[in-house]
């Protein structure tokens, strides 16, 4: 099951810089949960999958368009994947570059994405997954 997860994980965030909408909310529950950063000055857990997809879309308006890369995944094994994702963004109207650079703990229910949680960094994400944490290693 982890491998699917893995799997999962990964075409989320290609449908994501597809533009997908349809593709993204099929592969989670209706009932998702996306926990924002704790550092993110909007960081009220947001709950469902389509509401999930609006504020997502929105938090790329202040930024030329351009997609996010995978750079890591982590396999917690049975239900928790970890991805690492980053971009470089440049701000529309500044201009101003930046570096989205951030750790992502998903949890998988019967083939779905039901939880979403970010992180600064690999250790918090770590142990976000708690004893899955503990098996986790590189994929």
């Excluded at 994980?9 to 593709?23: H, I, V």
């Excluded at 239900?79 to 701000?91: F, L, Y």
Aim: charged letters at 25%; aromatic letters at 10%.
């Amino acid at each position: 099951m982890s491998q699917e997860n893995v799997e999962i994980a990964r075409r989320l965030l290609d449908a994501y810089n597809r533009g997908d909408r349809a593709a993204c909310v099929a592969l989670c529950d209706p009932q998702l949960e996306w926990v924002p950063p704790a550092d993110w000055p909007e960081n009220a857990t947001i709950h469902g999958a389509e509401a999930v997809w609006d504020f997502v879309v929105s938090l790329n308006d202040p930024w030329e368009k351009g997609a996010y890369e995978l750079l890591g995944v982590i396999d917690g094994g049975h239900d928790k994947v970890a991805v690492h994702v980053g971009r470089s963004v440049r701000g529309r109207v500044s201009g101003v570059a930046a570096e989205f650079d951030y750790w992502n703990v998903a949890t998988f229910h019967n083939g779905k994405q039901v939880r979403s949680e970010w992180f600064l960094d690999r250790e918090a994400a770590l142990d976000a997954m708690g004893s899955a944490g503990e098996i986790a290693r590189d994929v």
